[in-house]
T-cell receptor
Framework: NAGVTQTPKFQVLKTGQSMTLQCAQDMNHEYMSWYRQDPGMGLRLIHYSVGAGITDQGEVPNGYNVSRSTTEDFPLRLLSAAPSQTSVYFC???????????????FGEGSRLTVL | AQKITQTQPGMFVQEKEAVTLDCTYDTSDPSYGLFWYKQPSSGEMIFLIYQGSYDQQNATEGRYSLNFQKARKSANLVISASQLGDSAMYFCAMRGYRQGAQKLVFGQGTRLTINP
């Protein structure tokens, strides 16, 4: 199993450019999510999905779009990149249901994005 | 709202000593889970240990144990017999049952350095 796969691992953009961070998981997990990690701030939730066709906003959604057309894929789109979006982005997945509160989140290896 | 507080930005420990990383949390959710993740310099997020709010015993996973004190809302990570490979960032996180399985709230992290 590959687990959670993110591409690209590194990307440099200019202000105003758009791009898509790809995320795919092969564990048939219902739930997928995107986090960003900034220095000294831990990880913060951007968007999440509880199944194909269902997405919702997290703590810091502005400037990002998501869609979930299949169980496996959950791309994150930056519509018009800004320097404030320079960060490390993590995609994660987890199987829904199960014992309350239980189950670890499986993370991808991260994508480092720099916006000039 | 949920909140995780890690008050130790950095810790330095001699190899083979035990180390305790502090984590306090705040939530109004009666059912929740607490997690610790390790992030080495390579950047990936590695799941270490999980504690459910209704679990009667403290969680243990090899050299890792979680000192769960529900009344004090603390979930400290204890690493016994530290090794050089334990040098990394450590994040405490929580998930409330009502918030959803994919919504983890992270602390700011503690950078642990193991000295030979």
């Amino acid at each position: 199993n590959a687990g959670v796969t993110q591409t690209p691992k590194f990307q440099v953009l200019k202000t105003g450019q758009s791009m898509t961070l790809q995320c795919a998981q092969d564990m048939n997990h219902e739930y997928m999510s995107w986090y960003r990690q900034d220095p000294g701030m831990g990880l913060r939730l951007i968007h999440y999905s509880v199944g194909a066709g269902i997405t919702d906003q997290g703590e810091v959604p502005n400037g990002y779009n998501v869609s979930r057309s299949t169980t496996e894929d959950f791309p994150l789109r930056l519509l018009s990149a800004a320097p404030s979006q320079t960060s490390v982005y993590f995609c994660a997945s987890i199987q829904g249901g199960g014992r309350r509160g239980a189950g670890e989140l499986f993370f991808g290896e991260g994508s480092r994005l720099t916006v000039l | 709202a949920q909140k995780i507080t890690q008050t130790q930005p950095g810790m330095f420990v001699q190899e083979k000593e035990a180390v305790t990383l502090d984590c306090t949390y705040d939530t109004s959710d009666p059912s929740y889970g607490l997690f610790w993740y390790k992030q080495p310099s390579s950047g990936e997020m590695i799941f270490l240990i999980y504690q459910g709010s209704y679990d009667q015993q403290n969680a243990t996973e090899g050299r890792y144990s979680l000192n769960f004190q529900k009344a004090r809302k603390s979930a400290n990570l204890v690493i016994s017999a530290s090794q050089l490979g334990d040098s990394a960032m450590y994040f405490c996180a929580m998930r409330g049952y009502r918030q959803g399985a994919q919504k983890l709230v992270f602390g700011q992290g503690t950078r642990l350095t193991i000295n030979p």
